[in-house]
């Protein structure tokens, strides 16, 4: 599935997708029928907001089933995978014959494939965001919204009903629960940022479009809960096709392939067989749950786009950032920043820590921290080699800075620990105002789901302090050896 950046109306949701093909301009729309886009959103979701009137409890596999006949109906050739009831990620494909490593499945056709460049249902309303190009993925956002408002008169119909009532992702967590749950991580950072790219994004929408043409878009359907469904949709089942330019695409029955970080394989569009397949990179026996990958994500990513974190110690990919940043009070604070700020960088900085090891770039953006100033000539070479932008991946070596610079990342690590034991170890006050039963079970859910990440990261961070610890250890150990030698000669020559 796709990696998502910051969200910006005016330029491009994704900007490292190519630009949008050119719109045409066309005459003034006339009215889709009203009848089809009447909804009404009643139904109260745990956490107290609404939910959208169309799709489906995750664990349904009605729907799944109907999904599934419709796409063998409209042309998806004869399957190895049904759609089944699975242990990870609720439902999932299962093989149903044994397939091979190295084979190619799934061969949905394009006609299956939605992309920005599906015809509307609605096509008035598509005419209006083509004037407006409106980006790849504000329209696919408010593509699905128009669909699944037509109800049975969209050819989509069926693939939206089998889709997520409520995703799992962040988008759903409200301020007080990322507060309270993810206070140590830096994920609560970057899901405050989701959620205001996406509400900015809807406030535009409707500002520059929706209420130019409130018949096309009224509000009891284009409003910020749909919108919030609708990116939650597009966060965890759009993928990025290599193989068509980067093209972003809802694919319906892949869609349904759980994400597993033991496998590498990804989706791809085939030129030869015109569909879009992946080819397995493990063999699967019958009744085996078949995966792909939704790239190189941390735990904290998953959690982000995808609502899970995978079981401790099994993401090879996992991370954690670590926050090092410039004391005020040191004497060249002033000097240091600007050096920072000319290749990019800031303080408060964030580097990711693996369980393997840093990146170069943190030891030098420490180096900086820790340079006394007489050493300020080498303030802009250590800021280059802390920003990744900088071409020349040789790493820095100052011998005379290195226990010093250790130290700092020790502390900066032992600092981050204990948040996370404060939050692990220390109870979270369930919320006074909460009153059924099914908040207090979406409570646990969030609370379990932030434990699992909090101990992943935590997992990285003690791994990181081992490893500092022991080389201080080694570091001074060798300095102290080489004391007591000097003093030897010292008491020898006396
Ligand atoms: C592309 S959909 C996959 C199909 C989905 N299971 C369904 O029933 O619609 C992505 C969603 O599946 C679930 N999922 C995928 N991989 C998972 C995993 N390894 N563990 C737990 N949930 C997973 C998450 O809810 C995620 O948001």
Not at 388 to 408: D, G, I, M, V
């Amino acid at each position: 599935m796709v990696e998502v950046s910051r969200a910006a109306f005016s330029s491009s949701f994704l900007p490292r997708f190519p630009p949008n093909p050119p719109r045409h301009h066309l005459a003034a729309a006339s009215l889709c029928p009203r009848t089809t886009t009447r909804c009404s959103l009643s139904a109260a979701a745990p956490s107290g907001s609404r939910t959208v009137p169309w799709g489906c409890e995750i664990e349904s596999l009605e729907s799944a089933e109907g999904l599934q006949k419709w796409l063998s109906d409209s042309g998806l050739p004869p399957q190895k995978m049904s759609i089944q009831r699975v242990d990870i990620g609720e439902r999932g494909l299962v093989a149903l014959k044994n397939i091979r490593k190295g084979e190619k499945l799934l061969f949905v056709p394009p006609s299956l494939v939605i992309t920005a460049e599906s015809e509307w249902g609605c096509k008035e309303a598509g005419d209006v965001l083509q004037r407006y190009s409106v980006p790849d993925w504000p329209l696919l956002a408010t593509y699905l919204i128009s669909e699944a408002s037509l109800m049975n008169t969209s050819r989509w119909n069926r693939y939206i009903s089998a889709l997520p009532r409520q995703p799992f992702s962040l988008l759903y967590w409200t301020r007080l629960e990322l507060d309270a749950y993810l206070v140590a991580s830096h994920i609560r950072e970057r899901a405050i940022e989701r959620i205001t790219d996406v509400t900015d994004t809807y406030n535009d929408l409707r500002a520059r479009i929706f209420s130019k043409h409130p018949n096309l878009f009224p509000e009891e359907v284009y409003n910020m809960e749909t919108f919030r469904w609708s990116f939650g949709i597009l966060f965890s089942r759009l993928v990025r096709l290599p193989s068509m330019d980067g093209r972003v695409a809802l694919v319906p029955w892949a869609d349904m392939l759980n994400h597993s970080s033991e496998v590498e394989t990804f989706l791809d569009y085939d030129k030869s067989s015109q569909g879009i397949v992946f080819t397995t990179d493990k063999a699967y026996q019958p009744g085996e749950q078949v995966f792909i990958s939704y790239g190189k994500k941390s735990n904290g990513e998953l959690l982000l786009s995808y609502g899970f974190v995978p079981k401790e110690g099994t993401n090879p990919n996992d991370s954690v950032d670590l926050l090092l940043s410039i004391k005020k009070s040191d004497k060249c604070y002033q000097e240091k920043l600007l050096a920072l700020q000319k290749h990019g960088l800031s303080s408060p900085q964030r580097f990711p820590l693996q369980i393997t090891g840093w990146p170069v770039e943190m030891m030098a953006y420490a180096y900086l921290v820790v340079s006394p100033p007489d050493m300020i000539s080498k303030f802009d070479q250590m800021a280059a080699a802390a920003s990744n932008r900088s071409t020349s991946k040789t790493e820095l070596k100052y011998p005379e800075l290195e226990e010093p610079t250790l130290q700092f990342i020790l502390d900066s690590c032992e600092s981050s620990i204990s948040k996370y034991s404060k939050f692990l170890e220390g109870g979270t006050p369930l919320d006074p105002l909460m009153t059924n039963a099914k908040q207090a079970n979406r409570k646990l859910l969030l609370k379990q789901l932030a434990v699992n990440l909090c101990t992943s990261e935590r997992r990285i961070l003690y791994r990181t302090q081992y490893i500092l610890r022991r080389r201080l250890k080694d570091m001074r150990s060798g300095e102290l050896r080489a004391l007591t030698i000097l003093n030897g000669f010292r008491k020898l020559f006396k």
